[in-house]
Each structure stands twice: as C-alpha cells, then as structure tokens.
T-cell receptor, first 108, second 115 residues
Framework: SQQGEEDPQALSIQEGENATMNCSYK?????LQWYRQNSGRGLVHLIL?????REKHSGRLRVTLDTSKKSSSLLITASRAADTASYFC????????FGKGTRLHILP | GAGVSQSPSNKVTEKGKDVELRCDPI?????LYWYRQSLGQGLEFLIY????????KSGLPSDRFSAERTGGSVSTLTIQRTQQEDSAVYLC?????????????FGPGTRLTVL
C-alpha cells in the first residue's frame, strides 16, 4: 500500500495565489521529501525535511512536518504558470515510497 | 554535468516480445533505482541497487521482470514476454549513496507501449 497519500488529488488556482498540498503517511519516518513532475516524465527533487524538523523553506516553497499527526504540507507562495505540475511526497530511506500526487494547475 | 539518461525515450512493442530499457546514472552515484508509473498514478518501486550489494528486488511485479547493473554503473531493465499491463513510463533514478537524507536524481523515463 502507498505510504504517502497526497490531498487534494487535483487543485486549480489563479496565478499569484498560494497553493497548499498535504501529505499523510502511515509509519514512522526519518525524513520526507517532496518532488515535482512535469508532463509525466522525470521527477525533480524540491525539498527534504528531516523528522526532527518542523518547518523548512526554499524560495517560494514552505514545507511543514507534524510527526505526531503523520502529515506534511507543501505551500507554494505567489504561484506562477510554471508551477503547473504534479507534486509527490515520498518517504523511506533506500526504498522510496511515493504517493499518487497532487495535480496542480495554475490558471492565467 | 550530465544527469541521469535513459534510452529509448519511447518504445512500442508487440505483446509477447522482450524489451530492454537502459539507464545511465550520474557518474559516481552508487545507488540506482527503477520505478514504474502508470497513467495518472504514483510511482511504483521496482528494484534498487547499492554498490556491490545484492539488489532489493522486492518491487518486481513478476518473474518476467529482471534488472542488472554492470560495473556499478549502467543498468538494464528487461521485461520478457511483455503484456499490455506492462505499458507505463519506466523511470530510473540515482543517488550519491543510500539511506536517509539522500536526494534521488531522476532520468526522463522510457514510455513503454505494449500493443
């Protein structure tokens, strides 16, 4: 079964708005990663947050981790058309388990 | 520097034929992974190589699937007697080492279509 489950499955927002995606997982983790995928091809690593971290920033990205609730969120601020993609959370050390992703569509 | 490369980018084959998919990881990366992604789905782990250790084959869906990694670098994923349900994008990733806190670098994938 999938370790990470993203929510919502799909999200459409206006350019300039903030986009929030959530990820829930089932077992204890050492870290959680977020990836982006454009056009159904290769994934690009966005950010990794360790289990002892609660929040991490990278440019317009903010990731939070709540290990007590086994959940993480990815916030993209001031969205742009180029942010249109699918976003996946992933957990695991060697054998990385990906969720099914959130499809984000930025409307012009 | 060069990223992970995969070939071919697209492969169309007939049911029952064998196919080989190739992955060239980033030079110096010791860990290599294969994933499969069906249309609109998440990534399904297939197999993982780390250095000279025995590979983790726990994700291979059937004995028609096999993979090898020669010289700790290039990897080939072989699917024998392909079936229509094998149609998917096959993604390869590499990372500098294994274990926690390691980012995976993905190739562009091979889109396999079994007719």
């Amino acid at each position: 079964s999938q370790q990470g489950e993203e929510d919502p499955q799909a999200l459409s927002i206006q350019e300039g708005e903030n986009a929030t995606m959530n990820c829930s997982y089932k077992t204890s983790i050492n870290n959680l990663q977020w990836y982006r995928q454009n056009s159904g091809r290769g994934l690009v690593h966005l950010i990794l947050i360790r289990s002892n971290e609660r929040e991490k920033h990278s440019g317009r990205l903010r990731v939070t981790l709540d290990t007590s609730k086994k959940s993480s969120s990815l916030l993209i601020t001031a969205s742009r058309a180029a942010d249109t993609a699918s976003y996946f959370c992933a957990t695991g050390d060697d054998k990385i388990i990906f969720g099914k992703g959130t499809r984000l569509h930025i409307l012009p | 520097g060069a990223g992970v490369s995969q070939s071919p980018s697209n492969k169309v084959t007939e049911k029952g034929k064998d196919v080989e998919l190739r992955c060239d990881p980033i030079s110096g990366h010791t860990a290599l992974y294969w994933y499969r992604q069906s249309l609109g789905q998440g990534l399904e782990f297939l197999i993982y190589f780390q250095g000279n250790s025995a590979p983790d084959k726990s994700g291979l869906p059937s004995d028609r699937f096999s993979a090898e990694r020669t010289g700790g670098s290039v990897s080939t994923l072989t699917i024998q007697r392909t079936q229509q349900e094998d149609s998917a994008v096959y993604l390869c990733a590499s990372s500098p080492t294994s274990g926690s806190y390691n980012e995976q670098f993905f190739g562009p994938g091979t889109r396999l279509t079994v007719l």
